[in-house]
């Protein structure tokens, strides 16, 4: 509830320095005592500023002219400062809103601390209203914050909710605490706490004008703060001296946890402003600790921690930091085609600076997610994407806004032709930066030596091409385990699952192989190799040499054992139908299981009896034994009046199936009767296309689950505690990146063959960058969705020495690296949460970014198996 007084004076005259006194007196006792549900004041930093002035004019510190506090230039600059007047916090307030707001008084969304206002303990907001009168009266509360909870932070910025009732569009507006929770309060006792998301109203049985009950969370008893590294020693400042430690919103400012010790320095006795670079904005003059800038968290506007964890270690790089703190704005290049007009480095550089800026207030980084979803319209809206991605457009999109090359000249490669790499790999350097000169190249740009080899006529193509980051392979194993379904098309067995250890770049002839030894296939026998989508044959794998990397782990792979003939034949496809109840379609049946490839003749004449009988024998194995006696009966006419010849024994009549085939048309044919009718093979296609439908009643005859459950060629299962620790060195693999493969067929033109080629190629690193981005690939992507390597890295902190993988063996310098920053992904991709490591250099301690949420950590912690993307320098 806002208060406010119209004339509030000092009932007993009290000089400026016994004022401060006073004050500086009530502020240590009161914030060494600051715990959870206290109140704090907000009060307008115009007037707080004056009031400092006001306080300290009688120090004698000729030195000092007010310089500090240019951009107060309406306070007096005469030799006795005035008095201040009534406080008035008009300012802050938002006016904008509807009268009739139910959210009471509003303050400006855009307020900084330490900038627009400064955080008052209520003892010092008591004693200056009582003082000065004036308003109005803004007041919030500390809450606990963090996943540990032991953060203390003043939220200045309780959630404002919209509450939106469908159909009708009646739309409200409140303002709530994050610290509730929501209670079924019949009856007036708690019964349940409301906070599972899948239930509706109906299915938590609440009643006509229930009471529903709001409960602000305080957890003040026993929060102790020197149980978690010894918080309580590292960080003791007061809200008088350096606002900045008490943040809007949920920050994990500790500046008002229990247990901190006030400390007065002996050289400034609260006898002067401080003008420290650190605390620009004047102070009572109580030193502070650990109050080095760059702990301000980027509030969580909906799934963009990716978003967060990317710029935070971006915005810790220290080259980018200076950069972006001066004057860059000479560098833009506005009319870059390739760039965003400069919007995007100025969005970012914007957001830097407030990173920086005295205060811990979490920023919410809307106006660079707006520019963001402009220019790259992927990470629009509030799903989870993939921190990696993000960082890769960053910097190219920073690099084009401020690339110096304002009118890129055209150069063309000249070939190696055997001369020496050295000179080689620099002019490719200088025709870089030619055409790009930024600060982003400057900083994260190095250059690899890539090297092709035709298979053919063994020509060596050698180039140098920059790379801003090292995308690196997290399986080091050789070889890849494979599963694929093998189909008996002769009636002997049933279907059944093949695992197989293929080599991971190998080739389907290999997988066909390794195959055809683990089931046994006979010498007159062949596999036809087929990937299933959506229960329809997706592409046969026909080219023995397409490679094996192709093949996701989601996909669903199926062999046939098919006979070998002699004879002109197609494929004969047997797709399975079932009648769906809830099916859109005209016939009500739609595709299930698992096709079915086996060899139809097209030099003989074929009939539909021939067809019937080709299907039955593909079914056999499916046939109930222990059925009714039909089955049992028909299970053995069917074996026994088969030969391998397709023919039909006189003595046994075998089932009639209910089959269609698919003719030029598109239309089907009743395969049902007239077995004896001729079927005319499409001569255009290679491929004779039969349904069968599923009736209820054959279903009772045949055991079809082994069409239905096709596996994965990989399942990815849960993560087993030994796959979690078993270590992987960030030098393996390096080593597994720099490796010579095989390229995908026909991807080389060879210019001495004047033919495209399959070559190997082989990287090699020829120079580094000042900051080297290593990018380790947890993800294998799919059609559908992506799976991730939980592998445990073991990767250094301190001395990564890639001197010994340097190609260049003519620059003595040795290459080695300290990490400062990286991101961590953990859990799923889908619903996974991405924070980030980054220690502080001015500190040397390393510190937890998560969002708005910021506790220092040990550097024994800065090492998990979460670790995504690592940021090095030289």
């Known amino acids: 509830m806002a208060e406010e007084s119209m004339c509030c004076s000092n009932s007993f005259e009290l000089s400026p320095d016994e004022e401060r006194i006073m004050i500086r007196d009530i502020a240590i006792s009161s914030q060494a005592n600051t715990k959870e549900g206290d109140t704090f004041f907000i009060i307008t930093q115009r007037w707080w500023q004056h009031w400092i002035e006001y306080v300290n004019q009688d120090q004698t510190n000729p030195s000092y002219d007010g310089s500090s506090f240019h951009e107060h230039s309406d306070l007096a600059r005469s030799s006795v400062l005035k008095r201040p007047a009534d406080i008035d916090n008009y300012d802050l307030i938002d006016n904008t809103g509807p009268e009739d707001s139910s959210t009471g008084i509003e303050i400006h969304d855009t307020l900084l601390e330490g900038r627009d206002y400064v955080l008052l303990p209520q003892e010092v907001w008591d004693q200056l209203f009582k003082w000065y009168g004036g308003g109005p009266t803004l007041a919030r509360k500390v809450i606990s914050s963090g996943l540990s909870q032991t953060e203390f932070a003043v939220e200045v910025y309780p959630l404002r909710l919209q509450l939106l009732v469908l159909p009708k569009n009646v739309r409200s507006s409140i303002r709530i605490s994050k610290k509730v929770r929501i209670w079924d309060y019949y009856g007036h006792q708690k019964h349940a706490l409301m906070n599972d998301m899948n239930k509706t109203l109906d299915d938590v049985n609440l009643q006509m004008d229930q009471d529903i009950l709001v409960e602000v969370v305080n957890i003040t008893s026993n929060t102790s703060f020197a149980q978690e590294n010894g918080s309580a020693q590292r960080e003791t400042n007061s809200v008088l001296v350096d606002p900045s430690k008490f943040s809007g919103g949920l920050s994990t400012s500790k500046g008002a946890s229990r247990g901190n010790n006030i400390e007065l320095s002996s050289s400034q006795k609260l006898n002067s402003p401080v003008r420290d670079s650190e605390n620009p904005y004047g102070t009572l003059g109580v030193t502070t600790r650990g109050s080095f800038g760059g702990l301000t968290g980027l509030l969580n506007l909906g799934n963009t921690c990716f978003m967060n964890s990317a710029i935070q270690c971006l915005v810790h790089t220290p080259e980018f930091a200076r950069y972006f703190r001066e004057d860059y704005h000479q560098e833009i290049n506005w009319q870059n085609p390739l760039g965003m007009v400069g919007e995007l480095a100025l969005a970012f550089g914007e957001l830097l600076r407030k990173l920086w800026a005295p205060g811990r207030t979490p920023i919410a980084p809307r106006p660079f997610k707006a520019k963001l979803a402009r220019f790259a319209p992927q990470f629009s809206g509030h799903n989870q994407h993939d921190s990696q991605e993000l960082l890769a457009f960053l910097l190219d999109g920073l690099h084009e806004d401020l690339n110096r090359v304002k009118h890129k000249p055209y150069i063309k490669s000249r070939d190696a032709d055997g001369r020496p790499d050295e000179e080689v790999a620099d002019e490719y350097w200088a025709n870089h930066i030619a055409r790009n000169d930024s600060i982003i190249v400057d900083v994260c740009q190095g250059q690899y030596k890539s090297t092709l080899v035709c298979p053919v006529c063994n020509k060596v193509s050698v180039t140098f091409d920059p790379f801003m980051y090292?995308?690196?392979?997290?399986?080091?194993?050789?070889?890849?385990?494979?599963?694929?379904?093998?189909?008996?098309?002769?009636?002997?067995?049933?279907?059944?699952?093949?695992?197989?250890?293929?080599?991971?770049?190998?080739?389907?002839?290999?997988?066909?192989?390794?195959?055809?030894?683990?089931?046994?296939?006979?010498?007159?026998?062949?596999?036809?190799?087929?990937?299933?989508?959506?229960?329809?044959?997706?592409?046969?794998?026909?080219?023995?040499?397409?490679?094996?990397?192709?093949?996701?782990?989601?996909?669903?792979?199926?062999?046939?054992?098919?006979?070998?003939?002699?004879?002109?034949?197609?494929?004969?496809?047997?797709?399975?139908?079932?009648?769906?109840?809830?099916?859109?379609?005209?016939?009500?049946?739609?595709?299930?299981?698992?096709?079915?490839?086996?060899?139809?003749?097209?030099?003989?004449?074929?009939?539909?009896?021939?067809?019937?009988?080709?299907?039955?024998?593909?079914?056999?194995?499916?046939?109930?034994?222990?059925?009714?006696?039909?089955?049992?009966?028909?299970?053995?006419?069917?074996?026994?009046?088969?030969?391998?010849?397709?023919?039909?024994?006189?003595?046994?009549?075998?089932?009639?199936?209910?089959?269609?085939?698919?003719?030029?048309?598109?239309?089907?044919?009743?395969?049902?009767?007239?077995?004896?009718?001729?079927?005319?093979?499409?001569?255009?296609?290679?491929?004779?296309?039969?349904?069968?439908?599923?009736?209820?009643?054959?279903?009772?005859?045949?055991?079809?689950?082994?069409?239905?459950?096709?596996?994965?060629?990989?399942?990815?299962?849960?993560?087993?505690?030994?796959?979690?620790?078993?270590?992987?060195?960030?030098?393996?693999?390096?080593?597994?990146?720099?490796?010579?493969?095989?390229?995908?067929?026909?991807?080389?033109?060879?210019?001495?063959?004047?033919?495209?080629?399959?070559?190997?190629?082989?990287?090699?690193?020829?120079?580094?960058?000042?900051?080297?981005?290593?990018?380790?690939?947890?993800?294998?992507?799919?059609?559908?969705?992506?799976?991730?390597?939980?592998?445990?890295?073991?990767?250094?902190?301190?001395?990564?020495?890639?001197?010994?993988?340097?190609?260049?063996?003519?620059?003595?310098?040795?290459?080695?690296?300290?990490?400062?920053?990286?991101?961590?992904?953990?859990?799923?991709?889908?619903?996974?949460?991405?924070?980030?490591?980054?220690?502080?250099?001015?500190?040397?301690?390393?510190?937890?970014?998560?969002?708005?949420?910021?506790?220092?950590?040990?550097?024994?912690?800065?090492?998990?198996?979460?670790?995504?993307?690592?940021?090095?320098?030289?």
């Open 470 to 874: 090292l995308s690196l392979p997290l399986q080091s194993a050789t070889n890849r385990t494979m599963t694929t379904t093998v189909f008996s098309c002769d009636g002997s067995t049933q279907p059944s699952p093949c695992t197989v250890t293929v080599p991971k770049q190998g080739r389907c002839k290999d997988l066909i192989q390794a195959l055809s030894n683990a089931c046994s296939l006979k010498h007159n026998e062949r596999l036809v190799l087929v990937e299933v989508r959506n229960h329809l044959i997706h592409r046969y794998f026909e080219d023995p040499l397409q490679l094996l990397s192709s093949i996701k782990d989601d996909d669903r792979l199926a062999a046939y054992k098919i006979t070998k003939m002699d004879k002109n034949t197609k494929y004969l496809q047997l797709i399975h139908r079932r009648r769906d109840s809830d099916s859109q379609t005209i016939s009500g049946w739609k595709p299930y299981g698992t096709p079915i490839v086996s060899l139809i003749s097209c030099d003989d004449t074929i009939t539909r009896g021939d067809i019937q009988v080709i299907v039955n024998r593909i079914l056999s194995p499916l046939l109930l034994k222990g059925g009714n006696a039909a089955a049992s009966a028909e299970n053995s006419a069917v074996s026994n009046s088969i030969n391998k010849d397709n023919t039909v024994s006189k003595a046994t009549q075998l089932p009639t199936l209910p089959l269609l085939l698919v003719d030029d048309n598109n239309a089907c044919i009743d395969l049902s009767m007239g077995e004896d009718k001729v079927v005319k093979l499409s001569p255009s296609s290679a491929r004779v296309l039969v349904y069968i439908d599923w009736s209820q009643k054959l279903l009772e005859k045949y055991d079809t689950h082994p069409l239905e459950t096709l596996p994965e060629v990989l399942k990815y299962g849960p993560v087993t505690k030994k796959a979690r620790t078993e270590p992987l060195s960030l030098y393996t693999c390096l080593e597994a990146f720099l490796r010579e493969e095989p390229l995908v067929p026909e991807d080389m033109y060879c210019p001495k063959c004047k033919e495209r080629r399959q070559a190997s190629k082989k990287l090699d690193l020829w120079r580094l960058p000042e900051v080297l981005v290593i990018h380790l690939k947890r993800f294998s992507y799919s059609r559908s969705m992506k799976h991730k390597l939980e592998t445990f890295v073991n990767f250094p902190i301190h001395d990564f020495d890639l001197t010994n993988y340097i190609a260049n063996k003519n620059n003595s310098q040795r290459q080695v690296y300290e990490l400062y920053a990286l991101t961590n992904h953990y859990g799923s991709m889908g619903s996974g949460h991405y924070t980030a490591h980054i220690k502080l250099l001015d500190e040397n301690r390393w510190y937890n970014f998560d969002d708005s949420h910021i506790s220092l950590i040990s550097e024994d912690e800065v090492n998990t198996a979460a670790a995504y993307v690592l940021f090095y320098r030289r």
